[in-house]
C-alpha cells in the first residue's frame, strides 16, 4: 500500500485512545494541519472520555491555576524536566483561553484547581465531542489494537478480528494500557515498569480511624525513617490517611510503596516544619513561665479531637498543668507532636480516580515533539508515556501539553 503523501492526498493520521489526551490531540492535529488531513480516532470500549467523566466527582479539575512553568513542572513526579520546556509552548493560561474561545469559563476554587463553572464534566465531553463533529473527526468504538507493523513510510494497523488500516502517522493516547506497553515494547520502546500513584494509606494498630473526618493543615508526612517528607493537608479517614499530604507522599514516593508491597511505617509531623527539640523547649520554657497553664488550653492550633487522642495516647489527662509533668512526659509529648508513627497496612485508590506511574519511557521520546525515537512517525500523549502528575488538575494538563507538541511535531513530520 502506498502512502497517502506519495500519491498527493491528505495524510492519513489515526489517534489511538478516545480518552482526554485522545481526543484533544485530534482537534489540535485537525487544527494545525489546517483540516490538510484524515484523522480518526479509535478506541477499545464503547465510549469517550470515561475518566474525564468521572474526574472531580463528575466536576472535571480541567487544569490549576499554577502558570510558572518552572513552578508547574515540579508537580511532576516524573517527568518534571521534559514538561518545564513543554509548558513554555502550552500551559494552564492556554488551556484556559483554548476554553474561552469555545464558550466554556474555568473557575478558581481556593486550592487553585480549575473547573467549569457549570460544575459539570458534561461540559468539557460535550464542548471536545462538538469540536470532533465539526471538523468531522469520527471515534470508532469497540476497536481494540492487536498489531503495529511499519511498511515502507506508512504504519499497518492490525485489529482484533483481523482487519486492518493504513495510516501515516500515529498518536498513542492509550493512557494505562498493558497491551498497549507490550505491543510499543516488541517495536523496540522501553516500558518503565507500571506502578500505582494517587492512593490513600491504610492504617492498623491505631485508633486514630476514630477522628474519621478531620482534616489537619500543614502536615508533614513522610516514609519512616528517612524518607522526604510531603507537605499539605491531611485528613483522617475511617481508614487511615488521605487529603493532599497524603497523595503527594504516594506520587513521589509511588515506587517505594510498591517495593515495600504498601507495608512500612509513616511519620507525620502535626506541627508541619516544627522539630522535636523546639517543641520540647517551647513546653520546658512554657513550664517554667506559666506553670498553671492546662494542657487542653495549650493545643498548637490543632483541632481539639486531635488534640485530646494526642493527650489519652500520653496518659496524660488535659486538666494537668504543665507544672505536673516530668520532663520526660514532656519529652514523649514533643515526639508525639512531631513524629507520630504508623503503621501503613494498604492502600485504596483515591475516590475514583486512578493514575499510574510508568510507562513508555521519557528516553525514547523527543519531548519537542512527542515523536518515538525509536520509530519515527509515532507520537504520545498523556499518561502512556511515564509522566504523573499529583492530584489537582495536573494530569489533564500533561494530556493537553503533549496533545499540543504531538499536533505541531506531526506538523514537522509531514513538513505541512
Avoid at 142 to 168: A, N
Avoid at 283 to 289: A, C, G, R
Wanted: hydrophobic letters at 40%.
Amino acid at each position: 500500500m502506498s502512502s497517502s503523501l506519495k500519491m498527493g492526498n491528505a495524510p492519513k493520521i489515526a489517534i489511538i485512545g478516545a480518552g482526554a489526551g485522545g481526543c484533544f490531540s485530534a482537534i489540535q492535529v485537525f487544527d494545525a494541519l489546517a483540516g490538510r488531513c484524515s484523522v480518526e480516532i479509535f478506541e477499545k470500549s464503547k465510549e469517550p472520555l470515561s475518566k474525564l467523566r468521572i474526574s472531580g466527582g463528575g466536576r472535571c479539575n480541567v487544569t490549576h491555576n499554577l502558570f510558572d512553568p518552572e513552578a508547574l513542572s515540579l508537580k511532576y513526579p516524573r517527568g518534571n524536566k521534559e514538561l518545564k520546556y513543554a509548558f513554555q509552548t502550552f500551559q494552564p493560561k492556554d488551556t484556559i483561553e483554548w476554553f474561552r474561545q469555545r464558550g466554556i469559563r474555568l473557575k478558581v476554587e481556593p486550592d487553585g484547581r480549575m473547573f467549569p463553572e457549570s460544575d459539570s464534566s458534561e461540559t468539557i465531553i460535550n464542548c471536545f465531542l462538538a469540536e470532533l463533529q465539526k471538523r468531522k473527526i469520527p471515534i470508532h468504538f469497540s476497536k481494540s489494537l492487536v498489531g503495529l507493523y511499519k511498511e515502507d513510510s506508512i504504519f499497518r494497523v492490525l485489529w482484533e478480528g483481523g482487519d486492518s488500516s493504513y495510516f501515516d502517522r500515529i498518536i498513542f493516547a492509550t493512557g494505562s494500557n498493558r497491551k498497549i506497553w507490550s505491543l510499543l515494547e516488541i517495536l523496540g520502546h522501553k516500558i518503565v515498569p507500571p506502578v500505582p500513584s494517587l492512593f490513600t494509606f491504610g492504617v492498623s494498630d491505631s485508633d486514630i480511624i476514630n477522628l474519621s473526618g478531620i482534616t489537619v493543615q500543614n502536615v508533614h508526612i513522610k516514609i519512616s525513617p528517612k524518607g522526604k517528607p510531603q507537605v499539605g493537608p491531611l485528613l483522617i479517614t475511617h481508614w487511615g490517611f488521605s487529603g493532599p499530604a497524603a497523595l503527594k507522599l504516594s506520587a513521589y514516593e509511588a515506587r517505594t510503596f510498591y517495593d515495600l508491597d504498601y507495608k512500612t511505617k509513616i511519620t507525620i509531623n502535626w506541627l508541619g516544619d516544627k522539630s522535636t527539640p523546639d517543641v520540647e523547649n517551647f513546653l520546658l520554657t512554657n513550664k517554667d513561665q506559666s506553670p498553671n497553664i492546662r494542657l487542653s488550653n495549650l493545643n498548637f492550633s490543632l483541632p481539639s479531637r486531635l488534640w485530646d487522642w494526642i493527650l489519652q495516647n500520653q496518659l496524660v489527662s488535659g486538666q494537668k498543668r504543665l507544672s505536673e509533668l516530668s520532663n520526660h512526659q514532656i519529652r514523649n509529648l514533643a515526639l508525639k507532636l512531631t513524629a507520630s508513627e504508623f503503621l501503613m497496612t494498604s492502600k485504596s485508590i483515591y475516590k475514583e480516580e486512578f493514575v499510574t506511574a510508568g510507562g513508555v519511557s521519557r528516553k525514547d521520546i523527543n519531548f519537542s515533539k512527542m515523536e518515538s525515537k525509536i520509530i519515527p512517525g509515532i507520537f504520545f500523549t498523556g499518561e502512556v508515556i511515564d509522566i504523573d502528575g499529583v492530584t489537582g488538575g495536573f494530569n489533564f494538563q500533561n494530556a493537553w501539553t503533549t496533545g499540543t507538541l504531538a499536533a505541531q511535531g506531526l506538523k514537522i513530520s509531514l513538513n505541512i
